[in-house]
């Protein structure tokens, strides 16, 4: 089958052919690709900063956001039949250990990561499990939602425990809406009656987020003024959340400034370092917050909601062969929404 590998580290990837997987195991499960994401984090990968936490040999077969068909199954799945459509949760996880358990698969003891170090879904078949597949509704088509397997999870997973603690009349600032942001904001909207503030430094980002529903937009630029014009739509107390799908250039220690008094700052996005003098912690209780991808719950929660037409995904399409094409436009900017090769 055709794949395509990372060969070497600052290096650009290559078309190859590689034996198609195979059943070794009951649980196992191989699906047909459909359509595979993107990622950023792919172009990370290629710069080599994943090499030493992946510990991934090369060459292998990147692409983490994976949706298909079910082409072959170990005796012992059940549940789901050759020919259904499916999105997979990004890692292949265990099911014994204690996170695992805990229905917390991103922490499970014993996972891989498809994509990241093993083979992933830039390919005509990925092998998982069936802990890992979710069955789409009919009117879901896998190349509509293949990359919210981890791009919309992360903004769901993020959004989701936020949303958990606000109230209708609590605010929620947004800073990002890009690819992830943008899910975020049809989240909330979709899940929460707080009030949506959403700040990008893109004007179109902006008028997308106000048609996906973000009550007020605030354009972000370098001086970090957007403080001043998000905290008095807060009445000047500032927003119960903060969802950072940026946490570059600055965009932490200001945002931090429009959380009120025992807010919870969610970080996503990554890049830059957090530095708040510990007596501003203790003394405002607030509290800073991680979110690493999400559960096999969270994504079943995110497919109820993009079936009932409540998140919808932006995306371009390009072949399996045109990967490069893919990798460039990305690097570039120049991808509207999310981009996905279809094999
Ligand atoms: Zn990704
Ligand atoms: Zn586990």
């Known amino acids: 089958m055709k794949v395509v590998r990372v060969v070497e580290y600052h290096q650009n990837l290559q078309l190859d052919e590689a034996p198609e997987p195979k059943i070794t195991s009951p649980l196992d499960v191989i699906v047909k690709i459909g359509a595979a994401g993107v990622c950023r984090t792919d172009i990370h990968i290629l710069e080599g900063q994943w090499a030493d936490k992946s510990g991934v040999k090369l060459p292998y077969t990147i692409g983490h956001e994976n949706a298909g068909w079910v082409h072959a199954k170990g005796d012992a799945v059940t549940g789901i039949e050759v020919g259904d459509a499916v999105i997979l949760h990004p890692l292949v996880t265990c099911g014994f250990c204690r996170a695992c358990r805990f229905g917390d698969d991103v922490h499970c003891e014993n996972s891989t990561f498809p ?9 005509e078949y990925l092998k998982t499990t069936a802990r890992s597949v979710i069955k789409l509704d009919p009117k879901l088509k896998p190349a509509d939602v293949a990359a919210l397997a981890d791009a919309g999870l992360t903004a769901y997973h993020a959004a989701m425990k936020a949303a958990k603690l606000l109230r209708p009349s609590e605010f929620c ?18 899940i929460s009656g707080a009030t949506l503030i959403v700040i990008d430094r893109n004007t179109a ?15 972000a630029d370098d001086s970090g003024s957007f403080v001043e014009k998000v905290l008095p739509l807060t009445q000047n107390k500032g927003a119960e959340a903060v969802l950072d799908f940026v946490a570059e250039s600055g965009a932490t220690a200001t945002g931090i400034k429009m959380l009120r008094r025992a807010g919870n700052y969610y970080v996503v996005g990554y890049g830059e370092n957090i530095n ?4 501003d912690m203790i003394s405002t209780e607030i509290n800073i ?3 690493l991808v999400g559960s096999y719950n969270d994504l079943v929660e995110l497919m109820a909601l993009a079936e009932q037409g409540k998140v919808k995904l932006h995306t371009t399409e390009y072949k399996l062969e045109d990967f490069q094409r893919a990798i460039d436009d990305l690097s570039n ?3 509207r929404g999310r981009a996905i090769l279809v094999p």
């Open 333 to 335: 900017g120049k991808v």
């Open 115 to 123: 994509g990241i170090n093993v083979d992933g879904g830039y390919a």
């Open 289 to 291: 917050i991680g979110n």
């Open 205 to 219: 980002a902006l008028d997308l987020a106000k048609q996906l529903g973000a009550d007020h937009i605030v354009q």
């Open 173 to 190: 600032v947004i800073i990002g809406a890009g690819g992830l942001g943008h899910i975020g904001i049809q989240v909330m909207k979709a």
């Open 276 to 279: 708040i003098p510990t007596i």
